[in-house]
């Protein structure tokens, strides 16, 4: 069983800019890509950005060039650097491991809100 906890988010001004991070726990060997997803008011959740084991990463079309995301495979850390935020960025992010099983497991989400 994998554990997901995501820290960080808050608030920022439009502009401005905001840190995740997500920490794995348990059964953490298990644990394939990784993911960013968010969900707004009103709004289904959506795929922000995902890391493979390698490193490499895809991104949503509405963050690119303003968000990077990251891992830290020996700490099974995943990040989210968010720059340039804007008040469509508001929402609950979540982090989310895929595992080599096929299931997923979920953070319980942390708030960003980015006031205009």
């Known amino acids: 069983q994998v554990h997901m906890v995501e820290s960080g988010g808050g608030i920022s001004q439009a502009g401005g800019s905001l840190s995740l991070s997500c920490a794995a726990s348990g059964s953490i060997f298990s644990i394939n890509a990784m993911g960013w997803y968010r969900q707004a008011p009103g709004k289904q959740r959506e795929l922000v950005a995902s890391?493979?084991?390698?490193?490499?990463?895809n991104y949503a079309d509405s963050v690119k060039g303003r968000f990077t995301a990251s891992r830290d495979n020996t700490k099974m850390m995943a990040y989210l650097h968010m720059n340039s935020l804007k008040a469509e960025d508001t929402a609950v992010y979540y982090c989310?491991?895929?595992?080599?099983?096929?299931?997923?497991?979920w953070g319980q989400g942390t708030q960003v809100t980015v006031s205009s």
């Open positions: 890391i493979n084991r390698d490193g490499t990463t």
């Open positions: 989310k491991a895929d595992l080599w099983s096929g299931r997923s497991s």
